[in-house]
């Protein structure tokens, strides 16, 4: 017999054995005198915990002792600091009785709390005073054995001679009750009279002592209740034993359940002032969520639920506790020996680990608690209750406990993983900042380009945070997904780098996007960002490796025995099969991974191309390439989904391979039991044991799905673990030879001195020296002594590449000093703080006021005094909200010279003595940086400061310099001193110098600056992001569904319906079927069955739902493609179709955060959330119906417990979508915050300020936690509440199935049992899906409305033009008028002109005289009326397409495409490289370039994303290249005034001058002397046409507006002369 059946199914003496034989025994013992007896029996239980607790205590005082501490002082370190104990056992100051009772009960907690401990306390004296009424009735004989009566005097004991009557062993035992009931009085006592610390260890001890004695208690007299056949132990007590159990109950489990816990700071210094509900909470409150319910019923009630209105952050989860707790074990500078952060981890959160293997361990348990339930209630129904030992209602009771028990334990255990999970996001997140604040910033570039980046990134200060790569890594955890495992999306491998100052790059490999790319960071600043996005979103995913490690162990080993002890040894035959077929879905799984990983390649190619399309949008406009582009996305789109396809595909083939097995893994084992061994199969056998192979199904997946979960975060926590262990730091952070700091530390002499003696510097600290992108090494090498001059301004010259910066990053420690000598050493001094302004303006994304502050005092008078010396006062003016007006990330809002002065107006205005600023005058006008320099630079705010300014523009800056330092072009000083002295010295500084003077005469000519910011309304960005609010339109869903259903949806969703319901159907006659087969055994004898005939119909079943399932979902798959594919093409055609007017409103990265995250998610989890609620709700309603059909009188309460399961997730939705978006919303700015500050790591590192950016950093990672930990507590909210209807709903219907009128036969109980735990299961998975479908939906919502957005006009049959055309670049414009909306004011107001074919037209007009308009109204890019004949034809009529391209447009800065310089030139390889190296030349691009230069620029050079890596120059050559290659007869130029050296920008005007003499050019001037020997000059002023005709025409005008332009000019002799038709020359001073 085996060890189940031996305790289920009992023969009777063992039943009477095991009722009364303990109980008989201690009878007799105690009878017979038996003094041993007493020390075993149970009642002494309660007295050893009470001398356990005793000695504890005592000991606990003896430790506190004086003497003791004296002694272990001897052997114990001497602690310096003590820790504070400021919050507890404060000493009582009040006045009065009632003043210090109030104090003293708020020190213990409050009144509540005290309220229950004196109730507790009033509880045990009870409880003692019932225990001394026993014992005296006892011990005077008057209980009555067997009867709740008390007798009057009889049977009492003979009083011996001597008067002493000794204790019965049964009064001992009461007398030892006595005693633990007077203890727990002491305790009780004691807890509500002393100070905190003495009455929580009190509590404690009390607590467990209550709990051991009502634990004995249900022992001896509860649990007999509960069988047929025992007897309650102390039943003779009578009405008192109930009192007593009544008593302890409540003390020991409803109080401590009830009461609330008193608030204890994590840091007793800083205590909340309001404590977070999770601190105070009762137990109770804890594990139902109950403390969730106003927050929960408050966002029920509101139309959004702010984050202000949220709990604030429990003591535990504030950034600064958590960064206390775990940097010890994590910092690398703070862990004394060196070991993997896997450990620190662990040992961080060992406590945490320590609490989820115990959950494990419940859930294991508890997970078995309904096979068990169902096992023994069938049994009962088979058996018709005979020898049964525990009576039904438990079993049904059970039913409801046990799968809640379970829930308690399993949301208990995601309550503290998620807590750990937002935990480590934010330690990870502030460690790798804090690191990052330490380590050296140099460029590394990519031996393959890192697909689906959207950020470009260049020098330190310039690179910024992946957007859309983040957002993407936020949006991946969905509504609902902190407890199933999340599919991985990414992932990031690095390459081998190379390392130095980026400034252009020779890659011999051509790019193609289309081939396979190797996915590494562009450079450090992508890797560093990829760990807190990419890597720390796969970390957290693996969190769970203990359910691999522990739970599914023990899981399987409990199901393997309970089904051996059911099925008997054919268990092990359905598990052999299982083995057998094991390795299916792994190959599955496999085929799984490797599809996703090529499918992930192949999106990264379409992001890419979409990236970049989106960056360059408005470029693609003016070009006319909407087609080409659309059709190359969708090509791109077309090879993701079939990859997308074959995925799906392989996970129908994984979905049913995991429905299959178990069901082969039960026919196995049935056919076993039955055929070989002969077995009689019952429906408690095969429902119990259904159950547990569906548990065995779960385990299957969970390790196919967790697997490639766990190395991904393995490979994520390598690389973090490697950057925190392995990356480079700075010289002032890394470990150094002490003999060595010895060495080249200055004497006290040179401390103040700013300089170099005998230093060389590397941007890396490796012997091979460093590689910057041309693949050059550099090192900085100053030979001799050379010192800054003190308070004077000082100068840092050179040419290109010389190593300008590198000398400013040399002072600041951000290079690797290496010696060359004994004496070498360098110095910046500290003490009276260092200002730096890098050349590529860094600001963050924060008020232009608060860029300038940047943390220091506002001193109004210093601030206005700032504004003005840099030329900062009229762009304010220009921003409604002024200094108010937010710049934007990455400073989207300001123009680069804005950016430049506001970066210098930071180092202006802060309170450094030494000021470094790198070549901030380069993106500013002449006009702008003469002000600059006259104002600011010679100003009383830089009186008496050092300051260091590197430049190129040294005839400006000459006049203030007091000491110029000369750059060679190999890193080394040319020479150093006065102005006088470095140009004597170096004759090539002083043949630029002349140049220079040359260029800035010419530029004194501008009539125009080029910015010409847009003004904004409050200081906000324009058009803030749309937040959706409520539901998914309905729109929007038909949007999807119509795409599922194509061009029959109607005969799609009847299908698809169809053949959904009828596997449910299938699979629901299934489970019939096999209780069927088994109630056959109890009709007939088992040699009649005819087994065969059950196997075989239970396999038709099988094999006909899996192909009606299949068939259904291969056509939803489809339909889902079909959606995919429409949604994708309308979204890109729509945004490649809209106004310049709404790209003008909207930022780039919201557009390709459409095209890529939200498209992701409707591809993959919103496709996947429709198919999985239409195949959920399906179920119900057949699982529900088959209840119906089998107890009909369960119709309304199976549809009253639907609609209330309904009601419950409609609450929860609404307060998790608020809390969804406040968390979004809360996630982005610390990673914006992030993404800057690393962009910007030198300017921080410069100005000391790394703390203020640490104290930043943690208060927006407070702000996120305290938003993800409501959200994730609202799931364990949902959960519980739902667990709680289902289980309530499974055991009513047990209940009514045994109890009620006209009992079922077992085999139907089971059937409705299982469809009834089913259903009950199934309405939580149903509500989280469909919230998760709703918040998925939001990325529909999104795309529908940008699909809706303004339109150009589309492309028309009729708008066609000629194919000769144009032949000529003839422009005629008659009464044109344009505005920049439909209702706004005129821009330009009734011009006519004409322009014949291959003049050079020059434009020139103040700001806002409608220079750019006009440009814009030619190609027609804005509202226009009148006409426009470009070659005798209505420009009107012609399609926008065919116009644009047919007309080349040339931007200030124009914009470049990421890839080579081939594919900027020729994007669509129409061209050979001849043609494009003639377009390069005649552009003059090889006139600018040494044949042999390091780093020229070649067709196959790389370009980095918007050209970030040419000068602006550059920029304008390649793009007049393109316009050579485009052959277009008309050519606008916005000509360029930022810093285009003499050279490049002689090339430029030659090239127009000569190789374009053929074509149409319109310029857009913004010096008078590049167009006043054009053809014609156009004078434009507040959108009139004042003036048209040729320059000595116009300049013939006494009353002219360029006459007065020209004579207000420095030099309009030589303006005349050339308008007259005389090559201009300026004097040279």
């Known amino acids: 017999m085996s060890l189940w059946s031996r305790y289920t199914d009992p023969i009777p003496w063992q039943v009477v054995l095991r009722s009364d034989a303990f109980q008989s025994l201690e009878r007799e013992l105690i009878s017979h005198g038996n003094s041993n007896a007493v020390w075993y029996s149970t009642l002494m239980i309660p007295a050893y915990f009470a001398a356990a607790s005793a000695f504890l205590l005592l000991l606990h005082l003896v430790i506190l002792s004086k003497p003791v501490k004296k002694l272990w002082s001897y052997f114990l370190p001497h602690k310096t600091e003590e820790e504070p104990t400021v919050f507890f056992d404060e000493p009582i100051t009040a006045d009065g009785f009632f003043s210090e009772a109030r ?48 007798s009057k005097g009889k049977h009492r004991r003979p009083r011996p001679s001597d008067g002493y009557i000794p204790f019965s062993p049964a009064e001992w035992l009461q007398f030892a009750i006595c005693m633990t009931a007077a203890y727990a009085s002491i305790l009780g006592l004691v807890s509500v009279t002393t100070k905190p610390r003495w009455s929580r260890l009190v509590s404690n001890h009390l607590a467990t002592l209550l709990f051991a004695v009502f634990a004995v208690f249900t022992y001896r007299d509860l649990w007999p209740l509960v069988t047929f056949h ?357 190959y599955v799984a496999q085929r799984i991974q490797k599809v996703q990983a090529e499918k992930m390649h192949k999106t990264d190619a379409r992001v890419q191309t979409v990236t970049e399309t989106m960056n360059v949008l408005r470029m693609i406009k003016l070009f006319g390439w909407e087609e080409k582009l659309d059709s190359r996305i969708s090509d791109k789109r ?31 084992s049935y056919m076993t039991f039955t055929l070989i061994m002969g077995q009689t199969l019952t429906a408690s056998k095969v429902f119990s044991s259904m159950t547990i192979f569906d548990i065995l199904r779960d385990q299957l997946n969970m390790v196919f799905f967790s697997i490639p979960r766990f190395t991904q975060a393995k490979v994520s926590l390598d690389r973090v673990n490697s950057f925190l262990t392995d990356t ?186 030494i000021l470094l600023l790198d070549d901030v005058l380069a993106a500013l006008d002449v006009h702008t940086s003469k002000w600059i320099v006259d104002k600011c630079f010679a100003g009383d705010l830089v009186k008496d400061r050092t300051i260091i300014l590197v430049t190129h523009n040294v005839a400006m800056a000459s006049s203030i310099a007091h000491f110029v330092v000369s750059m060679g072009s190999n890193g080394r000083i040319v020479s150093h001193g006065s102005i006088s002295e470095a140009i004597a010295k170096d004759g090539k500084l002083a043949a630029e110098m002349a140049k220079e003077q040359e260029v800035l005469a010419k530029d004194a000519q501008v009539v125009d600056t080029p910015e010409e910011p847009k003004a904004k309304s409050d200081g906000k960005l324009v058009m803030s992001e749309e937040i959706a609010v409520g539901h998914v339109s309905w729109p929007a869903f038909k949007l999807y569904l119509t795409g599922l259903g194509g061009n029959y949806p109607i005969t799609f969703w009847v299908v698809f319906l169809a053949l959904m319901g009828l596997t449910d159907f299938v699979n629901t006659v299934q489970t019939w079927f096999l209780g069927y087969w088994a109630s056959q055994y109890e009709r007939h004898l088992p040699s009649e069955v005819d087994v065969t005939f059950y196997l075989s119909g239970y396999a038709l079943l099988m094999v006909s739902g899996c192909l009606m399932y299949s068939v259904g979902y291969y056509l939803y798959y489809r339909g889902s493609m079909r959606a995919s594919r429409t949604i994708h093409k309308k979204l890109v055609q729509s945004v490649l179709g809209t106004t310049l007017r709404w790209l003008d409103t909207t930022p780039t990265s919201r557009v390709i955060t459409r095209c890529t995250q939200d498209i992701r998610a409707i591809d993959g989890p919103f496709a996947q959330g429709i198919g999985w609620v239409v195949e959920l ?76 950016f640490k104290d930043e950093s943690l208060n927006r990672i407070d702000r996120y936690t305290k938003s993800a930990r409501m959200f994730y507590n609202l799931n364990r909210w949902v959960c519980i509440r739902i667990d709680v209807i289902g289980g309530g709903f499974s055991a009513a ?14 085999s139907n109980i089971g059937f409705s049992l299982n469809m009834a735990v089913g259903f009950s299961s199934m309405i939580l998975w149903w509500i989280r899906i469909l919230n998760e479908v709703e918040v998925n939906g939001n990325s529909l919502e999104r795309i529908d409305s940008y699909i809706k957005i303004e339109q150009e006009p589309k492309p028309t049959e009729g708008g066609q033009p000629p194919a000769y055309w144009p032949a000529s670049g003839d422009l005629r414009v008659e009464n044109l008028s344009a505005r920049y909306s439909s209702d706004g004011p005129k821009v330009l107001q009734d011009l006519s002109f004409h322009i014949k074919s291959g003049e050079r037209v020059g434009i020139v007009g103040r700001t806002g005289s409608g220079k750019s308009s006009l440009t814009l109204s030619l190609l027609r890019c804005i509202f226009t ?144 002397q590049t167009i006043v020997d054009a053809d014609k000059i156009m004078v434009l002023d507040a959108g009139k046409l004042v003036e048209f005709g040729s320059p000595w025409e116009l300049l013939r005008n006494e009353h002219g507006m360029l006459r007065a332009l020209v004579d207000e000019s420095g030099d309009k002799e030589a303006l005349y002369a050339a308008a007259h038709g005389k090559p201009l020359e300026v004097e040279r001073p």
């Open 728 to 913: 480079e730091l700075l010289d002032a952070h890394a470990q150094q030879d002490d003999d060595r700091v010895q060495l080249f530390v200055q004497s006290e002499g040179e401390s103040d001195l700013i300089g170099f003696r005998d230093a060389v510097f590397a941007w890396s600290n490796d012997s091979r020296g460093s590689l910057t992108p041309s693949k050059r090494k550099f090192r900085l090498r100053i030979d001799g002594e050379m010192y800054f001059q003190r308070g004077c301004f000082n100068l840092v010259v050179g040419p290109t590449g010389s190593g300008k910066t590198s000398m400013l990053m040399a002072l600041l420690g951000e290079m690797h000093f290496t010696p060359s000598g004994p004496t070498s050493w360098f110095n910046l001094p500290r003490k009276g703080g260092v200002a730096y302004a890098a050349q590529e303006s860094w600001v963050q994304n924060e008020t232009i006021r608060a860029n300038i502050l940047f943390g220091a005092p506002y001193d109004e008078i210093r601030y206005k005094k700032v504004l003005y010396q840099c030329a900062l006062e009229r762009d304010l003016t220009l921003f409604e909200a002024g200094d108010q007006t937010e710049v934007g990330e990455k400073g989207l809002t300001l123009s680069g010279g804005q950016k430049a002065r506001i970066t210098l107006a930071r180092a202006i205005y802060s309170s450094a003595n």
């Open 1425 to 1568: 009326e009148g006409d426009v004949y470009y070659d005798g034809i209505p420009t009107s009529g012609i399609n926008l397409n065919a116009l644009r391209s047919n007309v080349t447009i040339i931007p200030q800065i124009p914009e470049l495409l990421s890839g080579t310089l081939r594919q900027n030139l020729d994007l669509f390889d129409q061209h050979d490289d001849a043609v494009l190296y003639d377009a390069l030349r005649a552009a003059g691009l090889f006139s600018v370039q040494d044949e042999f230069e390091e780093g020229r620029l070649t067709l196959d050079s790389v370009i980095a994303s918007g050209g970030t890596n040419l000068s602006v120059g550059q920029r304008q050559i390649l793009a007049l290249a393109r316009a050579m290659v485009r052959g277009s007869k008309l050519l606008i130029l916005d000509e360029a005034t930022s810093a285009i050296d003499y050279k490049t920008d002689s090339a430029i005007q030659s090239s127009l001058r000569n190789e374009l003499n053929n074509v149409t050019q319109i310029i857009v001037a913004h010096r008078l």
């Open 1293 to 1306: 219907l047990a209940a009514y199935l045994v109890y009620g009128r006209g009992v079922h036969e077992a």
């Open 230 to 586: 025992k007897q309650p132990k102390d039943i003779a007590e009578g009405c008192l034993l109930w009192a007593k159990v009544t008593v302890l109950f409540l003390s020991s489990i409803v109080f401590p359940l009830v009461s609330p816990r008193q608030y204890v700071p994590v840091d007793p210094a800083n205590p909340a002032d309001s404590p977070h509900p999770e601190q105070t909470s009762s137990w109770l409150s804890m594990v139902l969520y109950i403390w969730l319910d106003p927050i929960v019923f408050k966002a029920y009630r509101v139309p959004h639920l702010s984050h202000e209105e949220l709990p604030p952050l429990a003591d535990h989860d504030y950034s600064r506790n958590l960064k206390k707790k775990s940097f010890p074990h994590l910092d690398p500078f703070f862990v004394s020996r060196r070991r993997h952060i896997f450990f620190g981890l662990m040992k961080t959160f060992c406590v945490e680990y320590i609490v989820l293997s115990i959950m494990i361990v419940l859930m294991v348990l508890a997970r078995l608690a309904a096979p068990v339930g169902i096992n023994q209630l069938l049994l009962y129904v088979e058996t018709k209750g005979e020898h049964a030992i525990v009576r039904p209602w438990v079993w049904i009771s059970w039913l409801f406990l046990g799968p809640l028990s379970g829930a308690l334990a399993w949301q208990w255990y995601i309550y503290i993983a998620t807590r750990v999970l937002v935990q480590t996001e934010g330690i990870i997140t502030q460690l790798v900042f804090e690191h990052a604040l330490r380590i050296r910033m140099k460029a590394e570039l990519p031996d393959g380009k890192r697909s689906g980046e959207s950020t470009p990134s260049s020098t330190p200060d310039s690179a910024s945070v992946a957007g859309s790569s983040t957002a993407a890594a936020d949006e991946s955890t969905d509504g609902s997904g902190d407890e199933t495992l999340q599919a991985s999306t990414e992932t990031a491998s690095t390459s081998s780098t190379k390392k130095g100052k980026r400034k252009s790059q020779d890659v011999k490999d051509e790019m193609d996007n289309s081939s396979k790319q190797h996915s590494s960071a562009d450079n450090l600043v992508g890797k560093i960002n990829n760990l807190v996005t990419t890597d720390l979103s796969n970390l957290t995913d693996g969190r769970d490796f203990i359910m691999v490690a522990l739970y599914m162990p023990l899981q399987v080993g409990m199901c393997i025995w309970f089904l051996y002890e059911i099925l008997g040894w054919s268990a092990f035959a359905g598990l052999v099969v299982m083995f057998i077929l094991f390795p299916l879905p792994g």
């Open 103 to 150: 104090v003293f009960i708020s020190q213990h907690g409050g009144w509540v709390i005290f309220a229950y401990k004196f109730a507790r306390f009033i509880g045990c004296l009870t409880f003692l005073g019932l225990s001394l009424a026993t014992f005296i009735l006892d011990e005077r004989g008057e209980h009555v054995t067997g009867a709740n009566k008390l």
């Open 1177 to 1252: 709700s399906l179920t119900m309603v057949v699982k529900l119906g088959a209840v119906v059909v089998m107890t009909p009188v369960f119709l309304l309460p199976g549809l009253f417990i639907g609609l209330l399961g309904g009601w419950v997730g409609r609450i929860y939705m609404k307060a998790q979508l608020s809390v969804k978006r406040e968390m979004s919303n809360a996630k982005a700015p610390v990673l914006g915050h992030f993404g800057a500050a690393i962009a910007g790591l030198t300017s921080i590192r410069a100005y000391g300020a790394e703390e203020a």
């Open 638 to 668: 077309e090879v993701e989904l079939v990859w997308t396809w074959k995925t799906k595909i392989l996970e129908l083939v994984n979905n049913n391979l995991n429905y299959v097995i178990p069901l082969f893994t039960m026919m196995a």
